[in-house]
């Protein structure tokens, strides 16, 4: 019986959300009851929960609601991401083809990395099923990239509840250690997995900036120890810095180069 309720007040939620879209001075309370055949005090609880979390305000003057600035947080995540895919997309090809390696695309939430593409050379359904998961910022290459633009004391407050968990022979088992290898990562400007997140698996990555010249993203190629043992970091950072660069100029960042 709660779940059916709690499904009615979301549906309801929904339908006040979208007569508002469609208003562009606004409803009163009354307005928004009368429309939608709901109480007063229904409508008045369910538009308190959306002015809380900034998807309606209201107007004091006129008592009129309308639609309100969370929805472009939420727009501007969901566009951003979409621009970015498509911006990346031809440049994760060609990284892809030069290396003959796997190239993913991620991006942060809080304390975890999140894969959104990958450009493999052959067609896989793991390209798909990579999609959306998530992994540790400290063992990964795209992780490590994505805390580049942050300092070292934001570091320690995000990773502050996260366990070091050992998923490598070389995996960083705690903060000092992982600050030690970003700052490195900053000063030569790409980050190295060398067998941190998997064993037999080395995985460089870079930071994708956007106009502010802030971190949004990452990117990295990755390839079996075993399979390509001629594969040296050194020499694969320079096809993954220029992949980045081009992306990030797409994006809007304007420096010359991204170390």
């Not at 621009?83 to 991006?107: D, Q």
């Not at 970091?233 to 810095?241: D, S």
């Amino acid at each position: 019986m709660k779940s059916e309720i709690r499904v009615q007040s979301l549906d309801r939620t929904f339908d006040i959300l979208e007569i508002l879209a469609n208003e562009q001075y606004g409803l009163t309370l009354a307005q928004i009851s009368e429309r939608l055949s709901l109480p007063k005090s229904t409508s008045h609880r369910l538009l308190g929960v959306l002015l809380q979390r900034a998807f309606v305000r209201k107007a004091e003057d006129s008592n009129r609601y309308r639609l309100g600035p969370g929805f472009i947080g939420l727009c501007s995540h969901y566009l951003n991401n979409l621009e970015l895919k498509t911006e990346s997309s031809p440049f994760m090809a060609e990284l892809s083809r030069t290396t003959g390696n796997t190239v993913f695309l991620a991006i942060r939430q809080q304390d975890k990395m999140v894969y959104i593409d990958s450009e493999e050379q052959v067609n896989s359904l793991r390209k798909y099923s990579i999609i959306g998961q998530h992994k540790p910022l400290y063992c990964t290459s795209l992780g490590k990239a994505l805390l580049m633009g942050l300092p070292d004391e934001e570091i320690r407050v995000l990773l502050s509840d996260v366990t070091f968990e050992k998923r490598g022979p070389n995996t960083h088992t705690n903060i000092e250690s992982l600050l030690q290898d970003i700052r490195e990562c900053r000063r030569r400007g790409w980050a190295l997995d060398n067998q941190e997140a998997e064993p037999a698996i080395n995985c460089v990555a870079a930071p994708i900036l956007d106009y502010r010249g802030q971190v949004i993203a990452s990117l990295s190629t990755t390839w079996l120890l075993a399979q390509h043992p001629e594969m040296v970091p050194e020499q694969i950072a320079p096809l993954v810095l220029k992949a980045v660069l081009g992306i990030s100029t797409n994006m809007g960042y304007f420096g010359e180069s991204l170390r």
